[in-house]
C-alpha cells in the first residue's frame, strides 16, 4: 500500500515540476516576444536571474490559478454563463499581475493588455503539458477530467472491467437519418463511419406529427408526449402559451409526464442529464432546462458551468473559440447576401451569440460533464449536442456550414469515446436524433405574406402592412436566455385578452389556429358560421398541404385542396396526406385525441421531388411538422444489444424509442429500470413540485 502511494505522490510531483519548468520557458519566450511585459531589473539582469525570475513568476501563477480561480469562478455562480467565459480574461490577467507583484525585487512587471495576453497562453500551455503528462498514467488521466467535470462520488461500490456496462445516449439534436448517412458517405464523420463498419447499426424511426425536441426528448426520456400538440400551443383553459423550450412550460410539461406514467424517466437509477430540456428522472444535471428556472440550492443545472469554468484554461480556450465561432458566423452570413444565396434568411442580431453559445459554449460543458460522468462511472448518462441543430436552422440542413458542424460533433464523439476507455467499467454508447430537417423556402418568403396574414385576411380582419416574423424557435434560444439569466421574452400574445381574435402559432412547418374567446376547441361548422372564408381559404391555398379541425357531423376531418374533406375513421395515407408518407394518418389520428389541440391545425405543403416544406418561422431549416427529413431521426447502437424491432418492423414514434431504450438499460445486467411506480417512490408533485396547477413563468 506505502509503496504504490509513494509512487503516485511521486508521479504528482514530477508533473508538477515538469508543468512549471514548461510554464517558465512559455513566460521566458512571451517577455522576450511583448513589448511592455519584462521579467528583469531596468539595469539589466544576468540570465539565470531572469531564468529565477521567471521561474517565480510561473510558480505563483500556477499557485494562484489553482487556489484563487475556483473560488473566483464559484462566487461568481450567478453570473451569466457567457460572461463568466469573458471574464476569463480579465481575471486570469488579474492573475498574473499579481503574481508579478509577488517577485521579489519587483522585477516582473506588464503592461495590463500584455497581461492578458500572456496569461491566456501561460494557462493553455499549462493545462496542455499537464494533460499530456497525466494522458500516460489512468490513473491520474481520470481524476483530471473528474475534477474538471465536477462529478465527485462516495459511497458508490466499486467498479471495473466486469462491472456491468453503462450506457451513454448522446443525442445529436436535429440531424436527420439521410444527414448522418451521407456526412458518413462524404468522410465528414469518421468516427461514425468506423463505428457501422465495425461495432454499430444504423436504423432510422419516424417521429410523432410534432417533430421537434420538446414532444421527442419528453417521450424518449419520460415515456410519453401526450399533448404535446406542436413546439408552442395555446391552452384555453389557462390561457397560458406553452412554448417547449422555456423553464416554466418544460417543468409543466414534466410534471404532466410523470403524473401520466407514474415515472420519474429513464435516468431514475445513477442516472445523468446534460444539456437536455427534461431531467429524465436524473440527480446528476448540468444545463437541463426544466431545473433552470429553480431558484437555491435546488437549482444544480448551472454547476456544469461552474465545474466546468473552474479550469482556467477551459474559461480562455471556449471564450476564445466563442469569438471566433462569432466571426466565423458573420462571415458566412456575409458571404450568402453578397453571392444573394437562396433560400435565406436574417442572422443578425443576437444570432451569432447564440449559435456560438449552442456550437463552442454548450457543446464545451456538457462533453467535459459527459467526460466526467464516465470517469465516475455513472449508470446511464444523456446528453443532448445542439450545435447541429441551430446552424441548420438559418444555413440549411445540407449547407457548407452545418457540415462543418457536423465535423466538429464526430470529434467530440470520438473524444467521449477515447475516454470511455478510461472508465471504470465499460460503456456502451448509443447515438440517437430526435428528429430531422427539411429544408425550403419560408412561408412568407415564398408567398409574400405569413400565416398570420393569411388567417386575418380569411377572418376578414385587418392585415398589418408589416408582418410580423414569428422569431425561430430553435431549441438553443431560450437556453442561451435561462444561462445568461435574460428574462423569456413574453410579448402580448402569451397571454391575450379573450376577444383579441384569432391566436397563430408557429412550429416549423405546423401552425396552429386558436380563438380564444371560445372556452372549448371549435368546430369546423362553428368556424363556419364566424368566419365563411376562413377554412377554404386556408386548405386551398399552395403553401398548405392540408388542415385538421373538429366537425360535429364526422369527428375530426382533414381538409385539403379542391373540396377534399376526409373523417379520420376514414382517413389514409393517400389523398391530401399522400405526399407525406406512410405513418402520416396515424400520427395526424393520435394528435387529434390531445386535448389541447389546437382549434385549426395546418401542416404545409411538401414536394416530394425536391424534399421541401415551407416554415411559417424564419427557418429554412425546419422541423415540427409531417413532411421530408424532419420526420426521420436515427438510432445508432451497439451490435452487442438487441435490434430496436424485428426484421422487416418499423420504429415509430419517440414513445417507442423510449421503450427500446429501457429494454437496452435491463440487458446484459445493466440497471433495472422499473417498469411500474414503486409505492416508496414519491408522487410527481414532490418529485418536482409545482404550486398550482400550471407552472408560472419566471416573469409571468
Known amino acids: 500500500m506505502f509503496p504504490g502511494r509513494w509512487r503516485t505522490a511521486g508521479g504528482a510531483l514530477l508533473r508538477v515540476v515538469v508543468v512549471w519548468a514548461v510554464s517558465t520557458l512559455t513566460l521566458l519566450a512571451l517577455a522576450g516576444l511583448l513589448p511592455d511585459f519584462r521579467l528583469q531589473s531596468d539595469d539589466g539582469d544576468s540570465i539565470t536571474r531572469t531564468a529565477v ?5 510561473a510558480g505563483a501563477f500556477g499557485l494562484l490559478s489553482a487556489l ?16 463568466l467565459g469573458l471574464l476569463a480574461f480579465f481575471l486570469n490577467g488579474s492573475l498574473l499581475l499579481l503574481a508579478l507583484w509577488l517577485i521579489p525585487d519587483g522585477r516582473g512587471e506588464a503592461a495590463p ?3 492578458v495576453v500572456v496569461a491566456a497562453v501561460m494557462s493553455a500551455v499549462a493545462s496542455a503539458t499537464s494533460t499530456a503528462l497525466a494522458v ?7 481524476r483530471r477530467l473528474h475534477r474538471l467535470a465536477g462529478r465527485r462520488r462516495s459511497g458508490h461500490p466499486a467498479l471495473g472491467p466486469g462491472s456491468p456496462p453503462g450506457t451513454l445516449f448522446l443525442q445529436l439534436d436535429g440531424v436527420g437519418h439521410r444527414v448522418l448517412r451521407d456526412a458518413v458517405a462524404d468522410g465528414l464523420m469518421p468516427t461514425v463511419a468506423a463505428w457501422l463498419g465495425s461495432t454499430h447499426r444504423l436504423t432510422p424511426w419516424r417521429t410523432d406529427w410534432s417533430s421537434q425536441t420538446g414532444a421527442s426528448q419528453l417521450a424518449i426520456l419520460h415515456g410519453t408526449n401526450h399533448d404535446v400538440p406542436a413546439f408552442r400551443w395555446y391552452e384555453k383553459d389557462t390561457g397560458r402559451l406553452m412554448v417547449s423550450n422555456r423553464p416554466a412550460s418544460a417543468v409543466e410539461l414534466q410534471r404532466r409526464a410523470i403524473e401520466r406514467t407514474g415515472d420519474g424517466g429513464l435516468l431514475t437509477l445513477d442516472g445523468a442529464g446534460r444539456g437536455n430540456l427534461f431531467s429524465g428522472g436524473a440527480e446528476q444535471l448540468a444545463l437541463v432546462l426544466s431545473v433552470s428556472a429553480r431558484r437555491g440550492r435546488r437549482n444544480r443545472s448551472r454547476a456544469g458551468y461552474v465545474a466546468y469554468f473552474r479550469d482556467p484554461a477551459n474559461a480562455v480556450r471556449t471564450a476564445m473559440s466563442a469569438v471566433a465561432e462569432v466571426c466565423r458566423e458573420i462571415g458566412q452570413s456575409t458571404r450568402s447576401r453578397i453571392r444573394k444565396e437562396t433560400p435565406r434568411v436574417g442572422r443578425g442580431g443576437l444570432y451569432p451569440v447564440i449559435r456560438a453559445f449552442a456550437t463552442v459554449v454548450e457543446r464545451d460543458v456538457v462533453v467535459a460533464a459527459v467526460i466526467g460522468d464516465l470517469l465516475a462511472g455513472r449508470t446511464a448518462v444523456y446528453a443532448d449536442l445542439v450545435a447541429y441543430d441551430e446552424v441548420a436552422h438559418h444555413s440549411g440542413p445540407h449547407s457548407r456550414d452545418a457540415q462543418k458542424v457536423l465535423e466538429r460533433l464526430d470529434r467530440s464523439v470520438a473524444l467521449i469515446a477515447k475516454v470511455a476507455e478510461h472508465a471504470p467499467r465499460p460503456y456502451r454508447i448509443v447515438l440517437l436524433s430526435d428528429h430531422g430537417q427539411s429544408p425550403g423556402e419560408t412561408f412568407e418568403s415564398a408567398y409574400g405574406l405569413t400565416l398570420r396574414d393569411l388567417v386575418r385576411a380569411g377572418c376578414g380582419l385587418p392585415v398589418p402592412r408589416r ?44 401552425g396552429l389556429i386558436s380563438f380564444p374567446d371560445v372556452p372549448h376547441r371549435m368546430s369546423r361548422e362553428e368556424i363556419d358560421r364566424r368566419h365563411p372564408a376562413l377554412l377554404r381559404t386556408l386548405a386551398d391555398h399552395p403553401g398548405i398541404g392540408f388542415l385538421l379541425v373538429r366537425s360535429e357531423e364526422h369527428g375530426s376531418v382533414v381538409l385539403g385542396p379542391g373540396g377534399a374533406e376526409i373523417p379520420l375513421a376514414d382517413l389514409t395515407d393517400d389523398g391530401p396526406l399522400a405526399p407525406y408518407g406512410p405513418g402520416a394518418a396515424d400520427a395526424v389520428r393520435r394528435t387529434d385525441t390531445f386535448p389541447h389541440v389546437a382549434d385549426i391545425m395546418v401542416n404545409s405543403m411538401y414536394d416530394p421531388r425536391t424534399g421541401t416544406v415551407h416554415a411559417f418561422e424564419e427557418q429554412i431549416g425546419s ?11 436515427f438510432l445508432l447502437w451497439p451490435r452487442t444489444l438487441s435490434a430496436p424491432v424485428v426484421d422487416g418492423g418499423r420504429l415509430v414514434g419517440a414513445e417507442e424509442v423510449h421503450r427500446v431504450l429501457r429494454r437496452w438499460l435491463r440487458e446484459g445486467q445493466g440497471p433495472q429500470v422499473p417498469l411500474q411506480q414503486s409505492p416508496s417512490r414519491p408522487q410527481p408533485e414532490e418529485v418536482f413540485p409545482v404550486p398550482d396547477r400550471v407552472a408560472p413563468d419566471k416573469h409571468g
Do not use: C, F, K
Request: hydrophobic share 40%.
Open 53 to 57: 525570475t521567471a521561474a517565480w513568476g
Open 68 to 83: 484563487v480561480w475556483p473560488l473566483v469562478v464559484r462566487a461568481l455562480l450567478l453570473v451569466p454563463a457567457l460572461v
Open 113 to 115: 493588455e500584455n497581461a
Open 136 to 142: 500516460r498514467d489512468d490513473n491520474a488521466y481520470r
Open 467 to 510: 408582418a410580423q416574423h414569428t422569431p425561430s424557435g430553435a431549441e438553443a434560444r431560450d437556453a442561451l436566455r435561462s444561462a445568461v439569466h435574460l428574462p423569456v421574452e413574453e410579448g402580448r400574445e402569451e397571454r391575450p385578452a379573450p376577444t383579441s381574435g384569432p391566436i397563430v402559432l408557429a412550429s416549423g412547418n405546423l
Open 623 to 633: 422541423h415540427g411538422g409531417l413532411g421530408g427529413e424532419q420526420s426521420e431521426a
